[in-house]
């Protein structure tokens, strides 16, 4: 019997094969997202009804494009039951490629069933036509049509799953090419097998009821178009839906991290570490065992802030972590409280001497350097450590007992460690206190300064004068030098507290003048904090311009070990103070390293030896004079004067005259002077032109 199709219901279900394919491709997507859930089992069962009604309806549209000479029909039983075999094949479709593996065994036997069962949905759909006598089959075409479904199928599987992952790049695109390569396939299964399908002269369709195909065509395609663009947009939606959920899930995950770790370091931060240290003191009262924290503060950081920027100073911290977490081990904490604090706790120690030997190889790997971080500078730690139970019971007070053993560490000469002791706390009180104080100190006057005598070596007479920054609080009296100026530096109040010594020294100077008294030369010693201010010479030559007096007044101490720490950068600043008449010395030299080579290439105009070398003339006899008599001589070759401090004894004061030293300094010869007290000794002595 003669058959024909209708091309556009052919075209048709092309397009309908392909939409069930992409909705198929686009659930895998979907579902393989799901952790095993009820909203799994969900989607698995809406998905397959609506894959299986997209290719139900792909075969029953090719059927409608089929017509014989004779009135036909489908039974309704029949026809159901062919829908129902897709929509199983379908939901058993989606399971396999949504599971975590598909293996090739796994994808061969779910493309072998799923084929199976396309096959039989379209042979069961051909049986609905109840025709009589029944419909004979091409064996061969029959092979063909099943391999055909078996092939698609297994292609199929494998396509869902490898764009199942949408973080893949143009993923749609992608699923919209092999869409299309699935609806082929599909139809031309189909196709294949109505091929197959031989029709007798006489035959009659059992179940024609007289229905218009072409409405009906029309019917089920629409249905059928609803429901599968319907599932996509309910894809879409819920896809929308849990991106929205897990970013929620991922901000708040942000959050808990920026609320326990630094950000910067990527360690644990203050409030991680207190709860882990509330931890370990619980099972350390248990097991009557120790627990050590080292408090530690990175040498020198504040300089490397200040004179190479914030963003060095960021990645010198980062280094810094990095290096510490390799100096302690895995069950170690390693935390940063802020700024350039760290903490490591040490849980379960064995004794005192376990942690100290922690303490020591921790510094000593530091100094070693050879870190392969890409980082060039090289920091060392001041180290505080504090023990449970003797140290304190509490993570606060560990830490806080910690801090002021640190401190304690620093004023021991720094890049070293100091278990707390008792009296330490008196002393980080009374560190605090000088640092309250001297935040007034400027604008309340508790300032002053006095001004000590320096003499020629050779007549007696008046050389100048080093001006020296003295404090008066009401409250705690007058603190040394020594005890508040280290605060100052560590906290940078140095830095407009020097500015305000150069301006005072200056006024000074100008009453003096006006009072007509001899001209006097003034030294003014400048700190590490002050000597990385990048204008540094242009402040200080603004404030001698506004007081009226001449750079030659003045001249500027640098210490030997300051000096050397940038030996380029201080032959540049040098040379920018001389440019504008000041003169330079080097203070306390014979206690750093300097090089020769950069001695020369200071060409200061003073050396003042120090205090340690002055005593030795005493104490240390002919080598302690053999040591200043080098100095001496040196200096001279290199055209420098040569300033000796702490002069106490008539016996030192005689070698250096025989030494031939420029001048000197100290109590023996005149003690440091109020400024009245010293514009009296210029009335009284004759100064040095």
Sequence with gaps: MLTTYNFWLVALSLGVATLASYTALDLAGRISLLAPSRARHLWLAGGGAAMGVGIWSMHFVGMLAFSLPIPLGYDLTITGASLGIAVAVSWFALFIITRAKLSPPRLLAGGVLMGLGIAGMHYVGMAAMRMSPGIRYDPTLVIASIVIAIGASSAALWLAQALSDAGHGNVLKKRAAAALVMGLAITGMHYTGMAAAEFPLGSICGAANGVNSQWLATTVTLFTFAILIVTL???????????????????????????????????????????????????????????????????????????????????????????????????????????????????????????????????????????????????????????????????????????????????????????????????????????????????????SLNFQPKFRGDSDKLAGAEALLRLTHPEFGSPPPLEFIPVAERSGQIVPIGYWVVRETCRQIRDWEQSGLSPVKVAINLSPRQLVQPELVSTIVGIMRAEQVACERVMFEITETVAMQDAPRTVEMIREFQDHGFEIAIDDFGTGYSSLAYLQRFRVKQLKIDRFFTNGLDEQGLEGGAIVSAIIAMAHSLDMDVVAEGVETASQLAKLKNLMCDEMQGFLLGEPLSAPAFGALLQERAVLA
């Design 233 to 447: 947009m309910l894809t879409r939606f819920d896809a929308r839906t849990t991106f929205l959920i897990g970013s929620v899930s991922l901000l708040n995950g942000q959050i808990v991290r920026m609320a326990t770790f630094d950000m910067l370091t990527d360690l644990p931060n203050r409030r991680t570490l207190t709860e882990r240290f509330e931890y370990a003191i619980q099972s350390a009262r248990r097991d009557n065992s120790i627990v050590a924290v080292l408090f530690m503060d990175l040498d020198g950081f504040k300089t490397i802030n200040d004179s190479l920027g914030h963003a060095v100073g960021d990645e010198v911290l980062k280094a810094f972590a990095r290096r510490l977490l390799k100096c302690v081990h895995g069950s170690d904490m390693v935390a940063r409280l802020g700024g350039d604090e760290f903490v490591v706790l040490l849980e379960n120690a064995a004794s005192p001497a376990e942690v100290e030997a922690t303490a020591q190889n921790l510094l000593e790997r530091m100094r070693r350097g050879g870190w392969a971080d890409g980082q060039s500078l090289q920091v060392t730690p001041s180290i505080g450590i504090a023990l449970f139970p003797q140290d304190g019971d509490s993570a606060d007070v560990l830490l806080q007992n910690a801090d002021a053993a640190m401190y304690e560490a620093k004023r021991s000469g720094r890049g070293t460690y100091r278990f707390f002791e008792s009296g330490m706390n008196d002393a980080a009180v009374r560190t605090l206190q000088i640092q309250n104080a001297l935040f007034d100190a400027l604008e309340q006057g508790y300032f």
